[in-house]
């Protein structure tokens, strides 16, 4: 199922997918002739109509997970239009999917399809856009500032102020650093590819940089208390929710306090 949310000149798309008893959100935006992501693939015949009515110059992609990039390839190949992405994840757009099986299960099976390096400042047709470097949630992850408008679009970075569990990939730490760094920028409203619309987006961010913060003096505290990383996560995070299992603890609260160890 496809809905679409009007902010002002922003049009959120706002895709639900459902697999087996899991219901999952993710949003795409056009603003400006700019369509940032691509939402995933399982929605594509939703999408096209939508692609097809609203004016798309360019799109930019936030980071190459499959449910920002499952669309990338027939908007390439029908709208005939740019694709920029973090440098670092070019080879790998061109490449046939590679990720858990799980993920292709709830997003599917996204196409390979051709970028270009996201520059630092790119223009729309009314508007100038900064390009933050932001990872933690994945390495390539970029942020996205409309300057005119002060408007914020964090991809991954937000999702959830309190986040129990995160992939393996992810990193606190560097979570911690983008949060801090995208709160140096002049903005309160937020456009998550989770979660939607944010007004008072400025404020949520916040309240996830001090949960992290408190989290990892927290972790390190215990760890030098002497207890191992297993006891750590024990006491921490007592409850398993179903997404570590299904997704074979992929996602687990143990690689929270993995991450911030490592970082020491
Ligand atoms: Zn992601």
Request: charged share 20%; net charge negative; glycine share 4%.
């Amino acid at each position: 199922m496809v809905d679409i949310i009007q902010h002002q000149d922003v049009t959120a798309i706002k895709g639900t997918v459902t697999y087996s008893s899991v219901t999952l959100q993710v949003y795409n935006f056009i603003v400006d002739g700019m369509l940032i992501d691509t939402n995933t693939i399982q929605l594509l015949d939703k999408l096209i109509p939508i692609y097809n009515k609203y004016p798309i110059d360019f799109v930019v992609i936030t980071h190459a997970h499959e449910d920002h990039t499952g669309t990338a390839n027939w908007v390439q190949n029908s709208l005939e239009v740019p694709i920029y992405i973090n440098q670092m994840s070019i080879e790998e757009s061109k490449r046939e999917a590679n990720y858990p099986q799980y993920r292709q299960l709830v997003w599917g099976i996204r196409k390979p399809f051709e970028a270009e390096p996201l520059p630092d400042v790119l223009q729309s047709r009314n508007y100038s856009w900064e390009t933050i470097h932001t990872p933690g949630h994945a390495q390539d992850h970029m942020a996205l500032y409309n300057i005119e408008k002060k408007l914020l679009f964090t991809g991954d970075l937000f999702v959830t102020p309190k986040p129990k569990v995160i992939m393996e990939s992810e990193s606190i730490p560097e979570m911690i650093q983008s949060l801090k760094k995208v709160l140096t920028y002049d903005f309160e409203e937020v456009f998550c590819c989770h979660t939607g619309y944010l007004p008072n987006g400025r404020l949520l961010l916040k309240q996830k940089l001090d949960y992290l913060l408190d989290l990892q003096e927290n972790i390190v505290n215990i760890y030098q208390n002497g207890m191992t990383v297993g006891e750590i996560d024990q006491k921490l995070f007592p409850n398993t929710p179903p997404i570590a299992p299904f997704s074979r603890y992929d996602w687990d609260s143990r690689h929270i306090v993995t991450s911030v160890l490592k970082d020491r």
